[in-house]
């Protein structure tokens, strides 16, 4: 799998030199993150991005990519003790990355300044900080860095796919990002909770 990335990547910065036109912007948005048997989570991305366009035309080609600072995580009850009797608590993981995605689209013109955009990739991901706590049980074991205390992965990579709205300088979309990894290790390789983020994002481009 690591392979093809790397051929895709390759790939695609092969066609940039083809590239009629490149675009820089910064942007911002909302997550939802919704692993498989795990409560929503909500947290956020930011950063910049950069669009090369194959074509001056409304109706291109397009390559994307951005370099994020992103949220992700997840909420599950536990018990409070060992008996199923005494209630349970909110465990709450949160985890930030690092994310860069590159993503070949098309854009499709409605009018001299609204166009449709649709896109698709890959993305790697470098754990940054993160936390892990238990609501309201002062014995539970909460763990102040999850990445570096052993309980996450460091590295993860995944596919996106992305659909939004240009009106002039600025986009609008929501995007969906599915991990190919389990980011669980070590004793807490039972939990299961592969990232499956939904985002919506508004980005402005600087120089269009």
């Not at 910065?13 to 912007?25: M, P, R």
């Not at 039972?190 to 600087?206: G, V």
Request: charged share 20%; proline share 3%.
């Amino acid at each position: 799998m690591k392979r093809y990335f790397f051929l895709f990547t390759v790939l695609c910065f092969s066609l940039v030199t083809f590239a009629q036109e490149f675009n820089y912007g910064v942007t911002a948005g909302l997550n939802v993150s919704h692993p498989k048997d795990y409560r929503n989570h909500v947290g956020f991305n930011v950063g910049v991005k950069g669009e090369y366009t194959f074509s001056d035309k409304q109706d291109c080609l397009y390559l994307e990519s951005a370099l994020l600072l992103t949220s992700k995580g997840w909420k599950t009850d536990v018990y409070a003790d060992e008996s199923e009797n005494a209630g349970t608590a909110d465990w709450t993981c949160d985890a930030y990355y690092l994310e860069l995605p590159l993503m070949v689209g098309y854009k499709s013109g409605i009018t001299d300044r609204v166009r449709i955009s649709a896109s698709a990739g890959p993305y790697v991901a470098c754990g940054l900080f993160g936390k892990s706590k238990v609501k309201d049980i002062p014995a539970a074991d909460d763990i102040d860095n999850i990445f570096s205390d052993g309980m996450y992965k460091r590295f993860d990579y995944g596919v996106k796919l992305y659909v939004g709205v240009d009106y002039s300088n600025w986009q609008l979309g929501v995007s969906y990002g599915l991990s190919l990894q389990n980011p669980i290790k070590g004793g807490w390789a039972l939990q299961d909770p592969k990232d499956r983020t939904f985002s919506l994002q508004l980005a402005y481009i600087i120089n269009r």
